[in-house]
């Protein structure tokens, strides 16, 4: 029922964001060198690695580590990158991943492939055990606020009351938040 959920509403938002998602391709383009889109290694269910496309937000000569570990994140985004980011239209090529099968709409969010300790703490869990999301649990109550434990906590939370009905409230959550942009640091 999640994977034929997950199909539909990524079709249907697929056809009604293509404009957008075009014109978010052309300003990536004009604003930057480089390609339109990062494909990102991620930690996908049962910990197999994945390509998760994104928008590019940071120039290409940017280190390959999580955003929160770079000193001075900011010299590093493109001249619209902190607009995309703090939209999160940035994400909206991971429809794609959806439609593939490497993520749902809600999960725990794709790990980066070096990110050791918060892939250990969702083995240790069976968090891993859940395809990764578009938005998740942790997304709507922190985001790039909390710390791994607190994430990991929240997704563990997730894997034991997952149902359609918390699936549908993360995701009006989610919109929520994107409009008001909460919990964004970079």
Do not use: C
């Amino acid at each position: 029922m999640k994977r034929v959920f997950d199909l539909l509403l990524a079709l249907l938002a697929g056809i009604f964001l293509m404009l957008p998602m075009l014109l978010v391709a052309l300003l990536v383009r004009l604003t930057s060198p480089g390609p339109v889109l990062y494909w990102s290694e991620r930690v996908g269910r049962h910990n197999k690695i994945f390509r998760m496309p994104k928008f590019r937000t940071m120039r290409i000569d940017t280190p390959a580590v999580a955003t929160h570990l770079l000193q001075n994140p900011e010299r590093f985004l493109t001249p619209i990158g902190s607009f995309l980011r703090k939209s999160s239209l940035d994400e909206l090529p991971q429809l794609w991943s959806i439609l593939n099968g490497d993520m749902s709409f809600v999960g725990p969010r794709p790990a980066l492939f070096n990110q050791d300790d918060l892939i250990a703490l969702r083995v240790q869990y069976g968090v891993h055990e859940l395809p990764p999301g578009l938005t998740g649990w942790a997304q709507v109550n922190g985001r790039d606020e909390l710390p791994i434990p607190d994430k990991v906590k929240l997704d563990v939370e997730y894997l034991q009351k997952r149902n359609f009905w918390l699936d549908l409230k993360i995701i009006f959550m989610t919109f929520f938040k994107v409009l008001r942009r909460d919990g964004i640091v970079h």
